[in-house]
């Protein structure tokens, strides 16, 4: 599955910015979606992940209650609703997709991911 990321922009703190994951082809219901983020000098770190129905969720402790991640099977895409954003929060933040032979999971380790997007550049000014 390929993957494209958008939907990052300049925002001041406090705002929101939604980011939409658009994926190709026609098994995008058995993969589940995570979002990453890369501030610079910075590793790579889990942000959010989806499962493939849309049934179970996870977050980072450092944006639960703030990002909400969703998913819509039939138009291939998967979201991050980013409210409360903190100038912290700014990075270059990525999705990414792993198949899932059945069930409900999700993982929130990046080597499980092998289909990854370009990222969008997420600034949060203080």
């Known amino acids: 599955v390929q993957l494209q990321a958008s939907g990052g922009g300049l925002v001041q703190a406090g705002g929101s910015l939604r980011l939409s994951c658009a994926a190709s082809?026609?098994?995008?219901?058995?993969?589940?979606m995570g979002w990453f983020r890369q501030a610079t000098g910075k590793e790579r770190e889990f942000v959010s992940a989806i499962s493939r129905s849309g049934e179970k969720t996870g977050y980072a402790d450092s944006v639960k209650g703030r990002f909400t991640i969703s998913r819509d099977n039939a138009k291939n895409t998967a979201y991050l609703q980013m409210n409360s954003l903190k100038p912290e929060d700014t990075a270059v933040y990525y999705c990414a997709a792993h198949w899932v032979a059945r069930g409900n999971y999700y993982s929130t380790a990046e080597a499980s991911y092998n289909n990854w997007g370009q990222g969008t550049l997420v600034t949060v000014s203080s």
């Open positions: 082809g026609r098994t995008f219901s058995t993969y589940a």
